[in-house]
């Protein structure tokens, strides 16, 4: 009787053991060129100024952009519900965290996820910040 219960706690404690193995699951990354894509909408612009970061301008009228698979973006203004229309559209890149818009080549910027629905595209050169979250 007493082997039959440590052999019962044996495969109790392996059952147990696999059920946690099993369970657990690994949390996916998506790499910055697959994360970008969505809508995000502009909160705010922050630039240094005499070495402090302040931010100013807040985004209040619903501007957005959209990162498209294909690297194809369209940035959109939103004055209104009834008259949202499209400031530019154009490609971008991603390399690594580094994003590079058609329309601003000199001006690639680091994308720095603060979580999966926040994100800070910070100019390389340490310039303005614009601070977008999911849309």
């Known amino acids: 009787m007493w082997k039959f219960n440590l052999k019962m706690k044996r495969i109790a404690l ?40 302040e931010i100013t301008d807040y985004y209040t009228l619903g501007s957005y952009i959209e990162f498209l698979e294909g690297g194809v973006y369209k940035s959109y203004n939103n004055d209104n519900p009834s008259n949202t229309f499209i400031l530019s559209t154009g490609t971008y890149q991603v390399n690594g965290d580094v994003l590079t818009a058609d329309n601003d080549q000199t001006n690639p910027r680091t994308l720095i996820f603060k979580t999966k629905n926040s994100l800070i595209l910070h ?10 979250e999911r849309y």
């Open 14 to 53: 392996l059952l147990i053991g696999f059920s946690f193995l099993f369970s657990c699951k690994k949390e996916s990354t998506l790499e910055p060129s697959k994360q970008i894509i969505g809508k995000w909408k502009t909160v705010y612009l922050s630039e240094l100024v005499q070495g402090n970061r």
């Open 123 to 132: 100019e390389v050169d340490g310039g303005d910040e614009i601070l977008l």
